[in-house]
């Protein structure tokens, strides 16, 4: 059983940072796919960065040069520093991971960023 546990979102000003931090467990974390999808009222959920084992890191057109996807295999978690902060980033975010051609997600958390 794959478990998700996400922390780290919380209010903060224009500008401002934020790290999200998603502890996996129940799975072989080193061979799969890990990322961050966000969820803003009214809009679709969409893809913010995701790291891909022995491929590589993507990210979302609008979070280049301000947030930046990292993970550590020996704790399970993977990480999202969000740097220069907007309103517009504000939305739930949530972790996924991909084993064995299943999707597990986490609980999600908010980020609000005010103006």
């Known amino acids: 059983q794959v478990h998700l546990v996400e922390s780290g979102g919380g209010l903060v000003q224009a500008g401002g940072s934020l790290r999200l931090s998603c502890a996996a467990s129940?799975?072989?974390?080193?061979?799969?796919?890990m990322g961050w999808y966000r969820q803003a009222p009214g809009k679709q959920r969409e893809l913010v960065a995701r790291?891909?084992?022995?491929?590589?890191?993507n990210y979302a057109d609008s979070v280049k040069g301000r947030f930046t996807i990292s993970r550590d295999n020996a704790k399970n978690t993977v990480y999202l520093q969000m740097n220069s902060l907007k309103p517009e980033d504000t939305a739930v975010y949530y972790c996924?991971?991909?084993?064995?051609?299943?999707?597990?997600w986490g609980q999600g958390t908010q980020v609000t960023v005010s103006s």
């Open positions: 996924y991971l991909v084993a064995m051609a299943t999707v597990y």
């Open positions: 129940g799975c072989m974390f080193s061979s799969n796919v």
């Open positions: 790291i891909i084992s022995g491929s590589g890191i």
